[in-house]
């Protein structure tokens, strides 16, 4: 990578991934309270996969840098930004423009990274460990003792989630297609696959008096069978509705109708709680809130990756400029862990 030159990945429009564009130009210099972060790594997230469709719930307009997260070096601190900060490896959560050489961030939205984590293993962990710790611990506040059902176990998010839960001291009842299962045994994790018929069945048999939470990144109409397992004062954090990311139509239909349901739910007296969880809720009316949240969760991530409670998984590391065979291989669904892109 030239040091000098900016390069950055832009999303013309509703594209296949070969249709990513590589572009050059000059490294942009950080305005007041903000920082030039030099990437190196960023990586592909769910997000992605649906901006690339157009259906992502709060896209900005085309043509745009994607790239929800990125972790790098401080290369340069704007005016009114202590200069200390420059030299130092830092996250930041970014939502779009994180596939970029040189990335522009607000000084006050930067995570630092501690010693001894390498800058792949720490992007593994920023928008998916940020998830996970939120909803396990600030939504379904899960505690030992407790069995939570965590779908897609295997994914970028359930494996943290996993981990996490089980550091917690929760026991832990896992989908994930039957390739996973091996796996997710020497995890301690109970397996179920996820495309029998009887889902619902099989766990209630693994928790015949109900479970204290579920995390649910599918959404659809399975969303109901989640509902349903859980136990009184259980709790169903979704996230997401990937069930329907190739769907043509409305992006924003499927969110509406998981939150219509969740509203409803939580309105019948049934001492249960459904949440709809967006890591971004919160940002535009409390602002330093959030931040000073995202810098406190984070921080715990990190700290439980440096005790072993947690791994950085990594499936494959590939360029920037090879960012079409990354985006191809994320949505295989044939790796496990986070495909990292490094300049």
Request: hydrophobic share 45%; aromatic share 6%.
């Amino acid at each position: 990578m030239d040091a000098e030159g900016l390069v950055e990945v832009v999303l013309p429009g509703k594209v296949e991934p070969e249709g990513l564009r590589i572009r050059h130009g000059a490294v942009p210099s950080a305005g007041p309270g903000q920082v030039v972060i030099r990437m190196e790594a960023t990586g592909v997230s769910f997000a992605e996969q649906q901006m690339r469709r157009g259906r992502y719930y709060d896209q900005p307009a085309f043509p745009f840098v994607p790239g929800y997260d990125l972790v790098g070096t401080v290369l340069t601190t704007g005016e009114g930004v202590e200069p200390d900060l420059a030299g130092t490896r830092v996250a930041a959560l970014v939502k779009v423009g994180g596939w970029a050489s040189h990335v522009v961030v607000d000084a006050a939205d930067v995570v630092p990274v501690p010693d001894g984590i390498a800058a792949a293993e720490a992007e593994t962990l920023v928008v998916n460990g940020i998830t996970a710790w939120q909803m396990l611990h600030r939504k379904a506040r899960v505690r030992a003792g407790h069995t939570v059902v965590v779908h897609g176990a295997n994914g970028g998010v359930g494996s943290v989630l996993v981990q996490l839960a089980q550091a917690a001291g929760a026991r832990v009842i896992g989908t994930a297609s039957a390739r996973h299962h091996d796996a997710l045994r020497e995890r301690g994790v109970a397996p179920v696959d996820y495309r029998a018929d009887d889902v619902a069945a099989q766990i209630r048999e693994l928790a015949p008096h109900g479970v204290d939470a579920v995390f649910d990144h599918v959404g659809g109409s399975g969303i109901v069978d989640s509902w349903r397992l859980l136990a009184p004062g259980g709790t169903l954090v979704s996230y997401g509705s990937a069930s329907t990311r190739d769907d043509e139509g409305s992006k924003q239909l499927p969110v509406l109708k998981l939150l219509g349901r969740v509203w409803l739910w939580n309105a019948l007296p049934n001492r249960r709680r459904a949440y709809f969880f967006n890591v971004w809720a919160g940002r535009a009316l409390a602002k330093n809130r959030f931040r000073s949240r995202l810098r406190a969760d984070l921080t715990q991530v990190f700290a439980a990756l440096q005790r072993g409670e947690v791994s950085a998984q990594i499936a494959a590391q590939l360029p920037l400029t090879r960012v079409a065979d990354a985006l191809r291989l994320a949505e295989s669904g044939t790796v496990a862990g986070k495909v990292v892109l490094n300049p």
